[in-house]
């Protein structure tokens, strides 16, 4: 498709795409949004596809607008979730992302372009400005739609500038910020302090967050909300700010959640419910079915402890309110097994599979290293420890792990590690996975380079998990910088053409792989090998110092040497041969130049 439009824009780091191709469309004066949707057949039953998380084919929009792929996928949510555990990335999905609708900031307005944040249900404020977004037109009171033919204009006409500035709070914007920082490397906001959401990842702070505002409003509001309803965005930005506050001063304001949560709750009608159960009911019950992994050990850990502090007799109140528990039922039990795996004996999955405790299941390399479910999948996929059965295997439906390769695993990081110097500006592990896979590589690698000495952990203690270490940040960003780089820098080592190249990827002359934002990366092994192996109309050309391309081309093939790709080969953006055969006739190119 060529490209038609007269002014192409760039889009900023922060901007959503449903925002950009708005504002392509307004620079352009191309007066209606949706015909951009329709050129590039982006478009179901009359209704725009979902782009922000849906997967979807943007390569007439790649072609239209001149941009990567990559790039356009960047201004979505499908890089953020695309890790994510199913259920997580649908629960994210149905309550966390706006589908039809959007907010704005009516300052924010005025640089022209959409933050990707905007999408965001949970979201009130604007991280920039501190003020509330806008999420219903003040004139017309209609929702604000992505698809706008201005940015700025409602179709009752209203410019969102005009719309009344109220000011956040200092929590809502610290949120904000929090979240902005999760969700962009280059976000300038940095939250600090020992809030433990600064652990999680973007995906896992929306899934909490959903998760407690759920109960928040069944248990105090006596309904469901919905995270996507304009009309109850008072109560919805209360709830939010409810769940946000339960980690501000943790873990005490999580217990004095935990208190008012038991005294407002009712016994439930289940007859089979006991202990705990006959307090807390589903939230109990939910709590354990769906953080029970290590991302979420803090909050278990202090849920527990909780639990621990107000055991006595029998479930009963006493005279200043709080709730007495004593009966633990079965799933307190797997919590305690879970934060405590050294005081309880593993349960055998078979006698043949678990003779004498040297065979573990997944869930259990996640409590022995510290990691998620998605990490410990990584590393039985990538057989950084030893797989058994599993059903990549044998058809097994769980992966049965050598017991003696995961405290190995453990004893060559604890080798390769060094204790903290004066001098370190130190990363957590989560986070130092988290800058990898927005960088360059998958989890895999990230412990790969560790094991290889390419990158040292940080021991802060005797007895540590994989989760525990810490690394230096000059140091992490250092073994990604020799690891991997972008198309772009890429095109400086090679033709220095961008489009050549990333054809060139697309076709498998150049081994590449998806970074954690779903962009194209290269090791700089791999550029090595491509330039071993091929050579460019383009390199020839300088070699010979020949100024035509059709010209050197022509007289390349006269003397016998055919290219592997290129436009009237296989529809490439660039010629390119094998080098061998270019060097084999070195000589004959030479006579037929010379003449």
Not at 254 to 265: G, N, T, V, Y
């Amino acid at each position: 498709m060529k490209k038609i439009l007269d002014r192409n824009a760039i889009p900023e780091y922060d901007e959503s795409l449903k925002g950009f191709i708005q504002r392509v469309s307004e620079n352009n004066n191309l007066g209606e949004v949706m015909w951009i949707y329709n050129l590039v057949k982006l478009k179901s039953y009359n209704k725009p596809t979902e782009i922000h998380y849906q997967e979807a084919d943007l390569s007439l929009l790649s072609d239209l607008l001149g941009l990567e792929v990559e790039k356009l996928l960047s201004l979505t949510f499908i890089p953020d979730l695309q890790m994510c555990d199913p259920i997580v990335r649908n629960t994210i999905i149905q309550y966390g992302i706006g589908t039809y609708k959007t907010k704005v900031c009516p300052l924010c307005i005025e640089e022209g372009w959409v933050r990707k944040m905007w999408h965001i249900n949970l979201l009130s404020t604007c991280p920039n400005h501190s003020i509330r977004l806008i999420e219903v037109c003040p004139n017309c009171n209609k929702d604000i739609s992505p698809y706008l033919n201005k940015i700025n204009v409602c179709k009752c006409g209203f410019n969102y500038q005009n719309s009344p500035i109220i000011k956040s709070s200092d929590q809502e914007v610290e949120f904000s910020r929090l979240i902005h920082q999760k969700l962009f490397i280059q976000s300038p906001f940095k939250v600090d302090g020992n809030n433990p959401l600064l652990s999680l990842e973007f995906n896992q702070i929306l899934y909490l967050f959903i998760f407690i505002g759920h109960q928040i409003s069944f248990y105090f509001h006596k309904f469901r909300i919905k995270y996507n309803n304009s009309n109850t965005r008072n109560l919805r930005n209360e709830i939010v700010m409810k769940t946000y506050q339960i980690f501000t001063d943790y873990p005490s304001s999580f217990h004095k959640f935990l208190d008012e949560l038991a005294l407002i709750s009712k016994p439930s009608k289940n007859k089979s419910y006991n202990g705990i159960h006959l307090v807390f009911g589903n939230f109990h019950r939910a709590l354990l079915e769906k953080f029970l992994s290590p991302e979420y050990r803090f909050l278990l850990i202090h849920y527990n402890e909780y639990l621990e502090r107000n055991l006595i007799n029998e479930p009963r109140r006493t005279t200043n309110g709080r709730l007495r528990i004593k009966t633990i039922d079965n799933q307190s039990v797997v919590l305690r097994k879970f934060l405590y795996p050294e005081k309880y004996n593993k349960q055998k999955l078979s006698k043949k599979l678990r003779i004498q405790n040297q065979w573990l299941v997944r869930d259990e390399i996640c409590g022995i290293l510290g990691i998620g479910e998605d990490k410990a999948t990584a590393l039985i996929k990538s057989n950084l420890v030893s797989v058994v059965r599993g059903p990549d295997i044998d058809g097994y439906n769980k992966w049965i792990i050598k017991e003696s390769s995961v405290y190995e695993l453990l004893n060559k990081f604890s080798e390769k590690s060094r204790l903290l110097e004066k001098d370190d500006e130190i990363v957590p592990f989560n986070k130092t996975v988290e800058i990898f896979r927005g960088s360059a590589m998958y989890f895999q690698d990230f412990i790969s380079l560790v094991l290889n000495s390419k990158l040292t952990p940080i021991k802060l203690d005797n007895d540590m998990r994989l989760s525990d270490y810490s690394f230096n940040k000059i140091e992490v960003y250092a073994a990604i910088e020799n690891e991997y780089i972008s198309i772009t820098r890429a095109s400086e080592f090679i033709d220095n053409n961008l489009v050549k190249i990333r054809s060139w990827v697309q076709k498998g002359f150049i081994e590449s792989k998806k970074n954690g934002r779903g962009e194209n990366v290269i090791t700089k092994q791999a550029i090595e090998e491509f330039k071993s192996k091929y050579i460019s109309l383009y390199e020839i050309m300088k070699k010979y110092n020949v100024n035509s391309s059709i010209s050197m081309l022509t007289r390349i093939i006269n003397s016998g040497v055919s290219p592997i790709s290129g436009p009237s080969i296989d529809k490439g953006k660039g010629y390119l041969f094998l080098r061998n055969e270019t060097d084999l006739l070195n000589f004959e190119i030479k006579k037929v130049i010379s003449k």
